[in-house]
């Protein structure tokens, strides 16, 4: 599928005489539509809620447009429990699914009501001491081995961190109900970027069986399963889109073919996805600053990997397009890089665009997930502007760039005063 930005090079001229590039531009229209389109997916699930995943883009105000979209947070940390208690998300609107846990953390979590996922068996005792548990409580899963679609492995459980072995989930949950925890979820997370629409369906699949076990075994009142994130989002233009709405009718038809016959019909569907819910809805608007001819054609950009460092850590691909050359041939070969002090900072590598000329505005499609979050400030690159594309084509500057002042903030330079 060819994939355009969503702003055009007219839009970026009058944003960059008030937003020095580079920046972060996120689409209202494109996430409302999107989360619109989540919840009609699983509209026939009663108690369905999306979890947005907050690691993925902690911004304040877009939270508050996937809230007003009906979507709850999935939160893994204090910092982003306490902006998700600011934004006005309340109690069960929050699920709380971290791992190696500090106690802060489970203490806040706790005092929120939000609705606590345990990463492992030794975290209920740990968590005694510090609050009490509520009456619905989730566990994570770990099935171990291989997770395959169709003979592919598409992850490897039994070397991941996360989740606990089934025995030990029935441990955990028989622990808790004699603690008179009445309601219960379990959870997995066994897939990342999967561009399949039967991720989501496989693993209900095997969440809901074990449901089954659990309430038939422990005599417990399960009260929802949580799919987690890993729907994939078209970061390449060959990437078949994922259709949310065969997704969502995949689940059904595993439920209808599992729960129902058990009398499970009450229990809800949640989900934790991050990246397909913003990813698209997000680019990062750079400015060609200098090129470069030795071995290569190099173009260098005034963003980094301090601004996207998906290209730099994993070699993932992200699409870049030259405004107002979209329909240019693309008959030139470039590596296009940031600025660090590492060669890994690249942002395509051998990638055929039209040609570039100093001064050109590059869109870096799909960073509304994962992108600014991941920022640091190595080699003293400071983070970028987030800005809003409103609905009506205002822009909104929902984050400042740092300063100076905010990179040495954490130090006390007045003792070297001269
Ligand atoms: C990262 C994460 C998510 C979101 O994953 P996406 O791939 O962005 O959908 C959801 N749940 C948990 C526990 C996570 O760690």
């Known amino acids: 599928m060819e994939k355009k930005p969503f702003v055009t090079l007219g839009q970026v001229q009058e944003m960059v005489k008030e937003y020095p590039t580079p920046f972060h ?5 494109g996430i409302r539509e999107n989360a619109r389109k989540v919840n009609q997916a699983f509209a026939w699930n009663k108690g369905f809620k999306e979890y947005f995943a907050v690691k993925a883009t902690p911004n304040p105000y877009l939270m508050q447009i996937l809230k007003e979209e009906g979507v709850g947070v999935d939160c893994s940390s204090y910092t982003e429990l306490y ?26 979590a706790s005092d929120l009501d939000a609705i606590i996922n ?17 009456e619905t409580m989730c566990c994570r899963y770990n099935p171990g081995g291989d997770f395959a679609i169709h003979n592919q492995i ?16 029935k441990d955990a949950f028989r622990y808790m109900k004699e603690k008179g925890v009445k309601h219960f979820g379990i959870h997995a997370f066994l897939a990342s970027n999967t561009i399949t629409e039967e991720y989501y369906p496989k693993l209900a ?27 994939g ?34 229990l809800a569907i949640y989900t934790e996805m991050g990246r397909f819910m913003l990813a698209p809805y997000g680019c990062l608007v750079t400015q060609a600053i200098h090129e470069k001819h030795i071995w290569k054609e190099y173009i260098g950009v005034d963003a980094c990997a301090a601004n996207l460092m998906r290209p730099a850590i994993y070699g993932a691909y992200h699409h870049i397009t030259v405004l107002g050359k979209e329909d240019a041939p693309c008959d030139h070969m470039y590596d296009v890089t940031g ?3 590492e060669n890994c900072d690249k942002f395509a590598i051998d990638r055929m665009l039209p040609q570039i000329e100093i001064g050109d505005y590059l869109v870096i499609h799909d960073t509304g997930a994962h992108g600014f979050s991941m920022g640091y400030n190595y080699n003293g690159k400071l983070r970028s502007a987030e800005i809003l594309l409103r609905e009506d084509g205002s822009t909104q500057m929902i984050r400042r760039a740092e300063t100076k002042e905010d990179y040495f903030a954490t130090l006390d330079l007045s003792a070297f005063e001269k």
């Not at 902006?83 to 846990?101: A, E, K, P, R």
């Not at 598409?154 to 989930?169: F, H, I, L, S, V």
């Not at 095997?206 to 729907?231: C, D, Q, R, T, Y």
Request: hydrophobic share 40%; net charge negative.
């Open 25 to 29: 531009l996120y689409d209202e229209k």
């Open 83 to 108: 902006l998700s208690d600011q934004v006005g998300f309340h109690g069960q609107d929050i699920m709380f699914s971290s791992n190696v846990t500090p106690a802060e953390d489970f203490k806040l």
């Open 118 to 134: 345990f990463d492992d068996i030794t975290h209920l005792k740990f968590y005694e001491k510090i609050a009490p548990f509520h």
């Open 154 to 169: 598409m992850y490897t459980p039994k070397d991941a961190k996360y989740g606990m072995t089934k025995e030990q989930m």
């Open 205 to 231: 699949k095997i969440l809901f069986e074990l449901a089954v076990e659990m309430k038939n075994e422990l005599g417990v009142h399960m009260a929802f399963v949580n799919l987690s994130g890993g729907v």
């Open 233 to 266: 989002v078209p970061y390449r233009p060959e990437d078949k889109p994922n259709d949310i709405m065969a997704i969502g009718e995949g689940v059904r038809k595993a439920y209808e073919e599992i729960l129902v016959p058990e009398g499970m019909d009450d």
């Open 339 to 341: 600025g660090l002090c």
